[in-house]
């Protein structure tokens, strides 16, 4: 696989790869993407959702699944976030093609932040795949050298950050089967979010139980795709959420 370290418009990298012409995150903003996205309506929805009345977080500990480790900015700024919210995180990622490290010490996403949050970035990096690896008293990482077709859950999960290419792109990821193996796999009141929002993704997730909402999506991109499994979750529900 051929990769170029591309700028996007919010000044952060991606990685292009020429075979599929496809960028590791949006054009338009590889960071702001990943934060939007999986930390804002992924981790911190979830959080927020588990508040009680007097709006005090229940959440001490949550567990995460990631189809697509790739560069690992979603996994680093989840565990940045965590950090600063003392919320201990399991954390578990899918990769069927490992980065290098000559490769990742080309991206710029360590370039403005402490020299704390930038050893985090390349320890989760050169964490040994296939292991579970205590990154710190509040993070717990394992990453899957394997493929969603192959994977056999032996945990379940509260959110599922769901980053594949796009489905025009690697179409075999985005299947019925596939997306019913991770309803499965999630805990009740658990969500799956993702970046895209198409119309066969949304009434794959409906007919799976998923209740599915379609948000505004991040800069430059009119919507996304968030998932919930409720405890009433049937197939065929849907709703649209213009504040997210």
Not at 68 to 93: D, H, P, R, V
Request: hydrophobic residues 35%; aromatic residues 10%.
């Amino acid at each position: 696989m051929s990769l170029e370290v591309h700028l996007t418009k919010d000044l952060s990298h991606t990685l292009y790869v020429t075979e599929l012409d496809e960028t590791y995150h949006s054009r338009n903003g590889a960071l702001e993407e990943a934060l939007y996205v999986y930390i804002g309506k992924g981790l911190l929805d979830f959080i927020n959702h588990s508040k009680t009345e007097n709006n005090r977080s229940q959440t001490k500990e949550i567990s995460i699944l990631e189809i697509g480790y790739g560069t690992g900015l979603n996994t680093w700024l989840t565990a940045m976030e965590c950090a600063k919210l003392n919320i201990k995180c399991n954390y578990t990622s899918l990769e069927t093609v490992p980065l290098p490290l000559e490769l990742i010490n080309q991206l710029n996403y360590t370039d403005n932040v402490t020299e704390l949050n930038k050893e985090l970035f390349f320890q989760l990096h050169e964490s040994a795949w296939n292991s579970t690896i205590e990154v710190s008293n509040n993070f717990t990482l394992q990453k899957i050298h394997t493929s969603l077709q192959n994977l056999i859950p032996k945990t379940s999960f509260d959110i599922i950050y769901f980053d594949a290419f796009a489905p025009e792109k690697q179409p075999e990821l985005w299947t019925k089967e596939l997306f019913q193996k991770l309803f499965d796999c999630l805990n009740t009141n658990g969500s799956i979010v993702t970046y895209s929002s198409k119309g066969e993704v949304k009434r794959i997730w409906k007919e799976i139980g998923f209740t599915v909402e379609r948000l505004p999506g991040p800069p430059m991109k009119r919507h996304m795709l968030r998932g919930r499994k409720t405890a009433k979750s049937t197939p065929n529900q849907y709703t649209e959420n213009t504040h997210g």
